[in-house]
């Protein structure tokens, strides 16, 4: 039985004594930037107190289990969010127009999945990648702006990147948080 989260976080014992939590046990707490865990004991009279006044969480157990638990979720929570790479389409650069508005409009044929507005995006060209971590900034087919460009259609596009060329391939994706086991 152990407490098991990562190696990113760690939890550091402070203190540790048997009987009811002290006023020095709060006092300890407080200059640590720490939490008090009791298990089958309670706070002395004015130790409570103190608790309240000095901002120091004082946490009652009387299963060892849901204590485990409970902390296992709180440093949980101080690890790092994991994002994972999701492929959304990849579109072929056929043709480039420019635009005194909003630049180099690159005009694309979807070949597989499809291309969002706002999605992440990176530019290709002979299957090396030119450009990363760039943004679909605009989107139309014909004449409406949309959301979305499914497989098969065709689209105008801005990246808000300069070099792109007939031929190059741009692939867009998401990054969605991943659940940490």
């Known amino acids: 039985m152990g407490i098991r989260v990562d190696d990113e976080v760690a939890l550091r014992v ?11 046990n709060v006092n300890l707490a407080s200059a640590s930037d720490a939490i008090i865990i009791g298990f089958n004991v309670r706070a002395e009279g004015k130790a409570t107190e103190l608790a309240n006044r000095e901002g120091v969480e004082i946490r009652y157990y009387s299963v060892i289990y849901q204590a485990i638990d409970d902390i296992e979720k709180a440093l949980r929570g101080l690890l790092k969010p994991v994002y994972e790479e999701v492929q959304l389409g990849r579109a072929e650069v056929r043709a480039l127009f420019r635009s005194s508005k909003v630049g180099l409009i690159a005009g694309c044929l979807v070949t597989s999945g499809s ?44 990246l808000g ?6 031929g190059d391939v741009i692939e867009t994706y998401e990054l969605v948080q991943k659940e940490r086991a």
């Open 14 to 24: 402070i203190d540790r004594g048997v009987g009811a939590i002290t006023e020095t």
């Open 115 to 158: 291309v969002r507005r706002n999605a992440k995006a990176r530019l290709l060209r002979d299957n090396i990648v030119v450009a990363e971590n760039l943004t679909v900034q605009s989107l139309r087919r014909e004449k409406d702006d949309v959301t979305e460009v499914r497989d098969g259609y065709e689209c105008g596009l801005t």
């Open 161 to 166: 990147y300069a070099d792109i060329k007939e």
